[in-house]
């Protein structure tokens, strides 16, 4: 099993990116794949999580309506696009999978998610 992030990288505030998580070992089908990040000296923070059987997402009050999370079945892909990017944005990216289904109370619970990916650095610039 296996979780590949990419798609960091240095982009100017206001600016977008899009990251990838791809999936082998497993079929995102009958998974959730959420997205984290962890700033330097910060705890890890859930951004958003996709159901990838029924495509329900969830996302953090701090990035709704900036950030979007998809999947890409066919190929076993889990995107977040991340638009309006402030300097605070700043970390680590993560995807990680879970095989417990998503709630809304839940879906950010790190502790449900069994595999990492190993992090894509954001960099965002004022």
């Known amino acids: 099993v296996q979780l590949v992030e990419s798609g960091g990288g240095l982009v100017q505030a206001g600016g977008s990116l899009r990251l990838s998580c791809a999936a082998s070992?497993?079929?995102?089908?009958?998974?959730?794949i959420g997205w984290f990040r962890q700033a330097p000296g910060k705890e890890r923070e859930g951004l958003s999580c996709?159901?990838?059987?029924?495509?329900?997402?969830y996302y953090a009050s701090s990035v709704k309506g900036r950030f979007t999370t998809s999947s890409d079945n066919a190929i076993n892909t889990v995107y977040l696009q991340m638009n309006s990017l402030k300097p605070e944005d700043t970390a680590v990216y993560y995807c990680?999978?879970?095989?417990?289904?998503?709630?809304?109370?839940?879906?950010?619970?790190?502790?449900?998610?069994?595999?990492w990916g190993q992090g894509t650095q954001v960099t965002v610039s004022s």
């Open positions: 070992g497993f079929t995102i089908d009958d998974r959730a």
């Open positions: 990680a999978a879970r095989l417990s289904m998503p709630g809304t109370g839940n879906w950010d619970d790190e502790g449900e998610y069994t595999y």
């Open positions: 996709i159901d990838g059987s029924d495509g329900s997402t």
